[in-house]
């Protein structure tokens, strides 16, 4: 039996996870991220200490593979998008893993100083001038934390940092190094004009390549410490939301996914990279896939952390604001509710609008509030709403890249909503599948981890081999026309109507009361 090994980097938890070959899941454990919060000039910074992150991976290597003797035939890492550390010219650590830099600290400055915009930005790397991205966290260190930049010879992630701890080697994929805003999309190479703009080092981040590719072989330092077998293959994975689409199994120009979670990424898969005005105005970013000549268009949003609004606002034990209510029962309740909320359209941008509008000052809304609403009629409104910010995500993709849907297939822990999910599918007006399993980043990286050892004989063999399993939700054709209605005739031109109206209340917000 083939075992593979996969280590998943997530924000709220790690997560080491041994897969057969055929994708059925031997055994899981989980770990607490390391996180700490200190302060620089003022400003919180939340960071993970080498030293302690460390212990924690080996930790929790040594409970996933002790049962098996550390008999493992390969490991790969999904890794987070923006947390790195600079190293010395000895490739050790100068600085702990900055994990979070608010961008109201004035990382912006950064990017300013920059001479970029927007727009000519995104027609090279397909992002935005971004303050969350590492060329703002790293000009911001360096300028207020002397011992962040003293003597840094490169900048690395924390998952290749990790590889580097497992086999000695130092090394990194496309789909991570897209965030350092220096990928040029279509030739798959940093680019050196992007890195003077941001008087960065021509030579400060890993030259990229494949994931999915061998690296290196596990220490006989690292397996006496992770109980790992020494010469275990480590294989190059990538950034955790494209090892996660790859774990859905979508690969393919078409292939559309919905990625639930904190941050619900909506996108399309295609054969090119999409590099467009009308990409880039939708608040679209481009990366490439973890799989060859493949690119991935998304819009984000943050749908998770609204549902949780919700729970807290509306539990439905039925005292309100209490936050006690059981997430099963607000569901059910709302369920009961008749679609269309009884008129009431709610629009989602409770934390800013990502895309398809980019406007951090756009606001959530309840319109068609009356006195007899009700807190269910308003918890389905919200789970309405997020559908039509879905739909307007997905119709964006598709007007920007010229590629129409032809499959739609949701992964993450919102498919365990079946409201919601119903409601998706017919606010989106078309069938759509759903994956069974919510941890498809786990499952992706181990694929790559297949790959890295010829497990696989291609991409599409570990698609076909280790894909989980999907389950069809058809849309009421009643419901879905309804919807339809909704959607053109309330909610978009909510958008409009609510823009002026939005940016005038955050300029009275500001001036305040004397």
Same mark, same amino acid.
């Given at each position: 039996m ?7 980097l ?15 899941k031997?055994?899981?454990e989980?770990?607490q ?7 620089i ?18 930790? @929790? ?6 049962p ?6 390969a ?11 600079? @190293?010395?010219?000895?490739d050790?650590?100068?600085y ?6 608010? =961008?109201?600290?004035? &990382? ?11 727009a000519?930005?995104?027609?090279v790397g ?6 969350i991205? =590492? ?6 260190? $360096?300028?207020h934390?002397?011992?962040f ?10 998952g ?31 680019r ?7 008087d960065?080092?021509?030579d ?8 999915g ?5 596990? &220490? ?13 293959p480590?294989? %190059? ?30 996108? &399309? ?34 749908s998770g ?21 059981d997430?099963s029962?607000?569901i059910?309740?709302?369920s ?13 941008? @409770? ?12 606001? #959530?809304? !309840?319109?068609?509030?009356?006195? *007899? ?5 308003? /918890?389905r409104?919200?789970? *309405? ?6 739909r ?6 598709s $007007?920007?890249? /010229? ?6 297939v ?9 409201l ?8 989106? #007006? ?19 981890a297949?790959?890295?050892?010829? %497990? !696989?004989?291609?991409?599409?063999d ?10 069809t939700v058809? =849309? ?12 053109? *005739?309330?909610?978009v ?5 609510? *823009? ?8 009275? $917000?500001?001036?305040?009361?004397s």
């Open positions: 083939t075992r593979l090994l996969a280590l998943d997530g924000t709220t938890s790690f997560k080491a996870v041994l897969y057969d070959e055929s994708g059925r031997l055994g899981e989980r770990a991220p390391p996180d700490r919060r200190i302060d000039d003022g400003v919180p910074v939340d960071i993970w200490d080498t030293d302690v992150l460390w212990s924690t991976i080996v930790d @929790l290597l040594r409970r996933a593979v002790e098996f003797k550390g008999d493992v035939d490991v790969a890492i999904a890794q987070l998008g923006l947390i790195g550390a600079p @190293l010395d010219a000895h050790e650590p100068l702990p893993f900055v994990t979070w830099l608010d =961008p109201a600290a004035g &990382t912006s400055r950064t990017l300013a100083r920059s001479g970029l915009d927007d000519s930005l995104f027609a397909g992002n935005r001038l971004n303050a991205y =590492p060329p703002a966290w790293i000009g911001w260190m $360096a300028q934390e002397p011992r930049a003293d003597g840094m010879r490169r900048w690395v992630f924390v290749d940092w990790l590889n580097y701890r497992l086999c000695g080697e130092l090394a990194t994929d496309y789909s991570i190094t897209s965030q350092t805003l220096v990928l040029d999309q279509t030739l798959l190479a940093l050196d004009d992007l890195l003077r703009a941001f960065l080092p021509q400060l981040f890993l030259v990229p390549g494949q994931a590719r061998r690296l290196g072989n596990v &220490t006989a330092e690292a397996a006496r410490v992770t109980s790992l077998r020494a010469g275990v480590v294989v %190059v994975g990538g950034a955790d939301w494209l090892v996660g689409v790859f774990g859905g199994g979508l690969t393919e120009p078409g292939d559309v996914g919905v990625l639930t979670g904190t941050w619900e990424l909506t996108f &399309t898969c295609l054969s090119e990279p999409c590099l467009t005005s009308l990409a880039c105005h939708s608040g679209a970013i481009c990366d490439p896939h973890v799989v060859p000549d493949r690119w991935v268009l998304r819009i984000e949003a943050l952390e609204v549902t949780e609004w919700l729970r807290r606002q509306l539990p439905a034990d039925g005292t309100l604001n209490s936050g006690s209510g997430w029962e607000l059910s309740a709302c009961d509710v008749m679609p269309g909320s009884g008129g009431l359209v709610f629009v989602p941008h @409770l934390f800013g609008s990502y895309g398809p509008r980019h406007d951090a000052l756009a606001r #959530g809304a !309840f319109v068609g509030l009356t006195g *007899e609403t009700t807190r269910t009629a308003m /918890g409104a919200v789970f *309405e709403g997020l559908s039509f910010q879905t307007a995500s997905l119709d964006a993709l $007007a920007a890249s /010229g590629v129409a849907p032809e499959r739609v949701l992964m993450g822990g919102g498919v365990k909503n079946k919601w999910l119903q409601t998706r599918a017919e606010v989106l #007006g078309r069938e759509i599948e759903a994956v069974e399993d919510p941890d498809v980043t786990p499952r992706g990286a181990a694929m790559l297949g790959l890295g050892i010829e %497990v !696989f004989a291609d991409y599409h570990a698609v076909a081999r280790f894909a989980p399993t999907t389950v058809e =849309p009421d054709p009643d419901r879905a026309r309804l919807y339809e209605q909704l959607y053109h *005739e309330a909610y031109p909510l958008q409009d109507s609510l *823009e002026a109206v939005n940016h005038r209340l955050a300029e009275i $917000a500001q001036g305040g009361v």
